[in-house]
Every structure is written in structure tokens, then in C-alpha cells.
């Protein structure tokens, strides 16, 4: 079964606005990863957050990490166009595993 | 430096024939995974290979395989293909190695191989 489940499923939003995605997962991690991923393409990696670190920043890019809830968010600020995309949670388990377990994915439309 | 490439983009197989994938990775990036995307099952984890070697493998049939080379470059093969076996074939590299330290490394993906099998 999938490690990591985003909520929502989709969001549509105005550009401009922000964009918040949440992801769960189930077992103890080393970190846990966010991809894009525009319509049938590959996965582009946005930000890795380790399991002891609690916040990240990457630009627009805002990452929360809860491992006592396992949760993490996902934070797009001013959100444009461009960001249109499906955006999965990947979570990296401990043990090493050396894979990622993908939730299904939450689809972002920027509306203009 | 360029990135991961997957060969070839799309490929059309009937049921029944077998197909070969290639995936070059980064330079120096020595692990190379392979995940399948599907509509109904989102991405699953195949196999992972580092130095030549399959470190692990997912729930799949043994009609799947792969092997990596001495470059670091991967192929995975599928056998006796079936019509749930159109996907899109994702590759991703990555610096991960054997140590401990490797847990900050992410994951650079290909552009994938969409497989349609008629």
C-alpha cells in the first residue's frame, strides 16, 4: 500500500494565492521528499526534509515536518501558472530500503 | 551536466513480446532506480541497483527485470508483456551509496518511457 497520502486529492487556486498540500504517512522515516510533475512527464524534485529537521525553504517552496503526527506540508507561496502540476510526497524509510514509497498526489491548477 | 535519460520515449508492443528500456544516469551518480506509474496504482517502486548490484526489488512479477552496467547505465526488461503492463517507466538516479549519510540525497528523475502494449 502507498506510504505517503496527499490531501487534497486537487486544488485549484488563483494565481497568486497560495497553495498548501499535506501528506501522511504510516512507518519511521529518514526523510521525506516532494516531487512535480507536469502532465506525463518525469518527477522534478523540489525539496528534501530529513527526519530531525522541522521546517525547510526552497524559494516559494515552504516544507513542514511532524514525524510524531507523520505529516508533512507542502507550502507554495504566490502561487503562478507555471505551477500547475501534480505534486507527490515520497517518504524514505528507515532501514534502508533505498526507495521511495509516492502517495498518490495532489493536482495544483493555477488558475490566471 | 545533463540529466537522467530514459530510450526511447514511447513505445508501442503487442501482448505478448517483450521490451528492453535503458536509462543513463547523472555521471557519478551510482544508484539508479525504476518505478512504473499507473493511473490506478500511482508509482511503485521495481527495483534499485548500486554498483551492478539490485540492492532491492518491489512487488512485481519475475517478468520483470533489470541489470546495471559497469557505466552506472540500467536496463530493465519486461517479458511476456501484458495490457496492464502499459505505464509510464520512470528512471531516477542518485548519489546514495552505502553510508549512513546518504539519507539527505534526493532523486533525479528521466522524463520516462510511456509503454502502451496493444
Known amino acids: 500500500s502507498q506510504q505517503g497520502e496527499e490531501d487534497p486529492q486537487a486544488l485549484s487556486i488563483q494565481e497568486g494565492e497560495n497553495a498548501t498540500m499535506n501528506c501522511s504517512y504510516k512507518?519511521?522515516?529518514?526523510?521525506l521528499q516532494w516531487y512535480r510533475q507536469n502532465s506525463g512527464r518525469g518527477l522534478v524534485h523540489l525539496i528534501l526534509i530529513r527526519s530531525n529537521e522541522r521546517e525547510k525553504h526552497s524559494g516559494r517552496l515552504r516544507v513542514t515536518l511532524d514525524t510524531s503526527k507523520k505529516s508533512s506540508s507542502l507550502l507554495i507561496t504566490a502561487s503562478r501558472a507555471a505551477d500547475t502540476a501534480s505534486y507527490f510526497c515520497a517518504t524514505d524509510a528507515q532501514g534502508g530500503s533505498e526507495k521511495l514509497v509516492f502517495g498518490k498526489g495532489t493536482k495544483l491548477t493555477v488558475n490566471p | 551536466k545533463a540529466g537522467v535519460t530514459q530510450t526511447p520515449r514511447y513505445l508501442i508492443k503487442t501482448r505478448g513480446q517483450q521490451v528492453t528500456l535503458s536509462c543513463s544516469p547523472i555521471?557519478?551518480?551510482?544508484?539508479v532506480s525504476w518505478y512504473q506509474q499507473t493511473p490506478g496504482q500511482g508509482l511503485q517502486f521495481l527495483f534499485e541497483y548500486f554498483s551492478e548490484t539490485q540492492r532491492n526489488k518491489g512487488n512485481f512479477p519475475g517478468r520483470f527485470s533489470g541489470r546495471q552496467f559497469s557505466n552506472s547505465r540500467s536496463e530493465m526488461n519486461v517479458s511476456t508483456l501484458e495490457l496492464g503492463d502499459s505505464a509510464l517507466y520512470l528512471c531516477?538516479?542518485?548519489?546514495?551509496?552505502?553510508?549512513?549519510?546518504?539519507?539527505?540525497?534526493?532523486?533525479?528523475f528521466g522524463s520516462g518511457t510511456r509503454l502502451t502494449v496493444v
Open positions: 512507518t519511521s522515516i529518514n526523510n
Open positions: 555521471s557519478g551518480h551510482r544508484s
Open positions: 531516477a538516479s542518485s548519489l546514495r551509496g552505502w553510508s549512513p549519510g546518504a539519507a539527505g540525497y534526493g532523486y533525479t
